[in-house]
């Protein structure tokens, strides 16, 4: 998204896999495993790209191969993190993988298997969990600090429709699967509303860009004889989330 936030124009991002983790990794976008567009088949390569566009394997491939898992670079010194998803049997994967310096890791696993996984960075905190459609939200956290030598995630209390979290306005807020933006309160520890989605629907994304949070809703509607889709966006600014 560019600084001038201009939200008129969209871009097609031709990618060769399907169900991937997206994130990034030393100021490159970067695919984490996923399925061949080609083969179908699922594997455990990152490709990268500086433009959207000529994706190579440029980085160590994960132990694991998966699909639908969820990434997530935590900062300096650049790290990124791998979660869940699912192996080529379709079993739940509950393993958590770590790159570093170019060289991957294995950490402690997650307590649950996550039928949607989801995560977040927040105050020195990585989130990961499942995402409260298919079943109640259940999320797990621990210090990023902490990561290579933790013995037990810990859980933290969410609304039970959280289907993402996100860090914005010095808060955590939860985009739920209905209609409700929510944020925590760094002193109650409670969940306020925010905000509303213009559908509730479980298909919200949401982006922070230099003017506010933005949360994109992909709404389909579907007849006895056709089917289309039509995008929702709904800018919050940063005001109402500081404390």
Not at 38 to 46: A, D, G, K, R, Y
Not at 215 to 230: A, D, F, N, P
Request: hydrophobic share 35%; net charge neutral; with cysteine.
């Amino acid at each position: 998204m560019s600084p001038t936030d201009d939200l008129t124009s969209w871009t097609t991002l031709t990618t060769p896999t399907y169900c991937y983790a997206l994130t990034t990794y030393h100021s490159q976008l970067v695919l984490v495993g996923g399925r061949e567009v080609v083969t179908n088949q699922i594997t455990n390569e990152l490709v990268t790209s500086d433009t959207g566009r000529n994706w190579q394997p440029s980085l160590p491939p994960m132990p694991t191969k998966r699909y639908r898992s969820s990434a997530i670079n935590v900062g300096t010194p650049e790290c990124l993190v791998v979660a869940g998803g699912y192996d080529a049997h379709y079993n739940c994967l509950v393993t958590v993988e770590l790159l570093q310096e170019w060289q991957w890791s294995t950490v402690q696993p997650l307590p649950k298997q996550c039928y949607v996984m989801r995560s977040a960075l927040h105050d020195g905190k990585l989130y990961f969990g499942i995402a409260g459609h298919i079943s109640d939200a259940c999320y797990y956290y621990c210090e990023v600090n902490s990561l290579q030598s933790l013995t037990q995630w810990s859980q933290i209390n969410v609304p039970s429709t959280t289907f993402h979290l996100v860090s914005f306005g010095q808060r955590l807020v939860a985009i739920s699967a209905d209609a409700q933006i929510l944020a925590r309160s760094p002193v109650t520890q409670s969940w306020v509303e925010v905000g509303r989605k213009p559908h509730g629907h479980a298909s919200a994304v949401p982006v922070v860009i230099p003017s506010g949070l933005l949360v994109m809703v992909l709404h389909k509607i579907l007849s006895l004889t056709s089917s289309c889709s039509q995008l929702y966006i709904t800018l919050l600014r940063g005001k109402r989330f500081h404390s």
